[in-house]
């Protein structure tokens, strides 16, 4: 592979140069287990073949090791626990709200806060109140359930990130920064009345997981006030961000990592916040807003779906939960270990020549499937074709982020538009895994990359008309028909 190998992360020389000893460790010890159930390879392939080749339709009892998301699949520490039996069950103003709501402002600094069942309702509410048809809302990268929920309500979602971040072996910092010009361009050319809110996703799921620098959340505050729209954040990993600004940017290595996320959110006037990531809850979320009337607005729409809104769709428990998780996710030692377990499993497939999205994200590692499979023509889904055989070799379950997930079948002609990028996500859940666990994937991974030039790609014989990536039915193509059709 062509890879040209980067100079390590500053975090990385940091932490060498210090006294610390060289190996992280996690920061806890295993209180309660979960078998994992061990597969065979022939039982494996028996179980795509019934899945069609659909890694989305394999039951998680036979995956060995699942990296399908880092969403809802953290586990949850004693004091989670205790706090669980601690919920208070009652239908309005429980204790539990009241944790929950003073431990968000704590970190947040909003005024008012609005629980929700997860991030995804939290953007229905929010862009159901503030979009319109003929709307604009830009982002540096929009998550699939943010875009799709601006594009219910008539607006356009428009996704603005810097350069840099399109070409996955580039290194930069701040990959998930938004393009300040572009944005401003953008404001120009559209009315700053046709946008009704500029969002920025921290840090930015679909571009990698790559952060976002104080210094463009402070610019991207600034554009915006120039021109009275509202700033928001998409707060799921803000504390994996808050990490990447301590140990990157300038001026923040000796702030805590509370006071950096206190100085990103004083940038917003709100936020989208999904509990199931760095709220280390399994179920869960939050909207936030300085707005009283808005505020007042969102409000009634959660008791339209959600529920009173000192609960808003999750239970007491639920609350007490996210509230715990919130605080033992500013920890500096598990932010240590859980940065690093990432950047340890992207920096040794990677020296390996397995080409990934550079620099490693702090929730997942990404790798480049057409890069790694040239032979497979994007037509023929190299990820699809990647990660059907990570779980052949091993049980582990990846999940492609290509043009299974984003191509488009036009209805008239039945062409197809494919993505820009075959990436397959390796998502890590927070405090689940040990190193051992990822030293498998690293084994597994090497091992297909070494046979890569046998492995064969796909073609879709039954799909949904959206979506489907959940339920498309896939059969292998004969590798002779692979290289002609690649020919062509
Ligand atoms: N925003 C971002 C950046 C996300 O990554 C997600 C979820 C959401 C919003 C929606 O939150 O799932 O609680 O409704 N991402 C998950 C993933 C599903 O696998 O990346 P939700």
Same mark, same amino acid.
């Given at each position: +592979?062509?890879?040209?190998? +980067?100079?390590?992360?500053?975090?990385?020389?940091? =932490?060498?140069? #210090?006294?610390? +000893?060289?190996?992280?460790?996690?920061?806890?010890?295993?209180?309660?287990?979960?078998?994992?159930?061990?597969?065979?390879?022939?039982? $494996?392939?028996?179980?795509?073949?019934?899945?069609?080749?659909? =890694?989305?339709?394999?039951?998680?009892?036979?995956?060995?090791?699942?990296?399908?998301?880092?969403?809802?699949?953290?586990? +949850?520490?004693?004091?989670?626990?205790?706090?669980?039996?601690?919920?208070?069950?009652?239908?309005? *103003?429980?204790?539990?709200?009241?944790?929950?709501?003073?431990?968000?402002?704590? =970190?947040?600094?909003?005024?008012?806060?609005?629980?929700?069942?997860?991030?995804?309702?939290?953007?229905?509410?929010?862009?159901?109140?503030?979009?319109?048809?003929?709307?604009?809302?830009?982002?540096?990268?929009?998550?699939?359930?943010?875009?799709?929920?601006?594009?219910?309500?008539?607006?356009?979602?428009?996704?603005?990130?810097?350069? /840099?971040?399109?070409?996955?072996?580039?290194?930069?910092?701040?990959?998930?920064?938004?393009?300040?010009?572009?944005?401003?361009?953008?404001?120009?050319?559209?009315?700053?009345?046709?946008?009704?809110?500029?969002?920025?996703?921290?840090?930015?799921?679909?571009?990698?997981?790559?952060?976002?620098?104080?210094?463009?959340?402070?610019?991207?505050? /600034?554009?915006?006030?120039?021109?009275?729209?509202?700033?928001?954040?998409?707060?799921?990993?803000?504390?994996?961000?808050?990490?990447?600004?301590?140990?990157? /940017?300038?001026?923040?290595?000796?702030?805590?990592?509370?006071?950096? *996320?206190?100085?990103?959110?004083?940038?917003?006037?709100? *936020?989208?916040? #999904?509990?199931?990531?760095?709220?280390?809850?399994?179920?869960?979320?939050?909207?936030?807003?300085?707005?009283?009337?808005?505020? $007042?607005?969102?409000?009634?729409?959660?008791?339209?779906?959600?529920?009173?809104?000192?609960?808003? %769709?999750?239970?007491?428990?639920?609350?007490?939960?996210?509230?715990?998780?919130?605080?033992?996710?500013?920890?500096?030692?598990?932010?240590?270990?859980?940065?690093?377990?990432?950047?340890?499993? %992207?920096?040794?497939?990677?020296?390996? %020549?397995?080409?990934?999205?550079?620099?490693? %994200?702090?929730?997942?590692?990404?790798?480049?499937?057409? #890069?790694?499979?040239?032979?497979?023509?994007?037509?023929?889904?190299?990820?699809?074709?990647?990660?059907?055989?990570?779980?052949?070799?091993?049980? &582990?379950?990846?999940?492609?982020?290509?043009?299974?997930?984003?191509?488009? &079948?036009?209805?008239?002609?039945?062409?197809?538009?494919?993505?820009?990028?075959?990436?397959?996500?390796?998502?890590?859940?927070?405090?689940?895994?040990?190193?051992?666990?990822?030293?498998?994937?690293?084994?597994?991974?090497?091992?297909?990359?070494?046979?890569? /030039?046998?492995?064969?790609?796909?073609?879709?014989?039954?799909?949904?008309?959206?979506? $489907?990536?959940?339920?498309?039915?896939?059969?292998?193509?004969?590798?002779?028909?692979?290289?002609?059709?690649?020919?062509?």
């Amino acid at each position: +592979m062509n890879q040209v190998h +980067m100079p390590l992360a500053p975090e990385l020389v940091s =932490i060498e140069k #210090s006294r610390r +000893m060289k190996t992280i460790i996690e920061p806890f010890k295993v209180k309660s287990v979960e078998p994992i159930h061990m597969t065979t390879r022939t039982e $494996r392939e028996r179980i795509l073949r019934e899945a069609h080749f659909n =890694i989305f339709q394999v039951r998680a009892h036979d995956v060995l090791i699942d990296l399908l998301t880092d969403s809802g699949t953290s586990a +949850m520490s004693a004091n989670q626990w205790a706090g669980v039996m601690r919920g208070d069950e009652s239908y309005a *103003c429980s204790d539990s709200f009241y944790r929950f709501r003073d431990q968000v402002r704590h =970190i947040f600094g909003f005024e008012h806060v609005i629980p929700t069942h997860q991030g995804r309702a939290a953007e229905r509410i929010l862009f159901s109140t503030m979009c319109r048809e003929d709307h604009v809302v830009p982002n540096n990268t929009h998550f699939d359930t943010t875009r799709a929920n601006i594009e219910f309500t008539g607006a356009r979602a428009v996704d603005l990130v810097i350069p /840099e971040a399109r070409i996955p072996s580039n290194y930069h910092p701040f990959k998930g920064n938004i393009d300040l010009d572009a944005l401003r361009v953008l404001i120009e050319e559209e009315s700053p009345a046709r946008i009704p809110l500029i969002m920025i996703t921290i840090t930015n799921n679909s571009g990698g997981g790559q952060p976002v620098s104080m210094r463009n959340l402070r610019e991207v505050h /600034e554009l915006a006030s120039e021109y009275g729209i509202p700033f928001y954040i998409d707060a799921c990993r803000f504390a994996e961000n808050a990490w990447f600004i301590k140990n990157r /940017e300038e001026g923040y290595a000796d702030a805590s990592i509370l006071d950096i *996320c206190r100085e990103m959110f004083s940038y917003a006037d709100g *936020c989208t916040m #999904s509990a199931k990531k760095d709220g280390l809850a399994n179920i869960g979320g939050f909207l936030c807003t300085n707005d009283p009337i808005l505020a $007042r607005q969102e409000q009634d729409l959660l008791i339209l779906t959600e529920g009173f809104p000192t609960y808003g %769709g999750l239970a007491g428990r639920d609350l007490e939960a996210i509230a715990i998780g919130l605080g033992e996710v500013l920890d500096e030692d598990y932010l240590r270990y859980r940065i690093a377990s990432t950047r340890y499993l %992207g920096e040794k497939i990677s020296l390996a %020549g397995v080409p990934i999205v550079e620099p490693p %994200g702090g929730h997942a590692i990404y790798i480049d499937a057409k #890069s790694m499979l040239p032979h497979i023509p994007p037509e023929q889904y190299p990820g699809q074709a990647l990660v059907v055989e990570l779980f052949l070799e091993a049980g &582990i379950r990846a999940v492609e982020i290509g043009s299974v997930m984003f191509g488009k &079948i036009d209805p008239e002609t039945g062409t197809e538009t494919l993505a820009p990028m075959e990436l397959v996500r390796l998502a890590i859940p927070r405090r689940v895994y040990t190193q051992s666990h990822i030293d498998y994937v690293v084994e597994a991974i090497l091992r297909v990359h070494q046979r890569r /030039e046998e492995i064969h790609g796909y073609q879709i014989i039954e799909q949904a008309p959206f979506l $489907r990536h959940f339920t498309a039915k896939f059969e292998m193509v004969p590798m002779a028909s692979a290289r002609s059709s690649q020919s062509t």
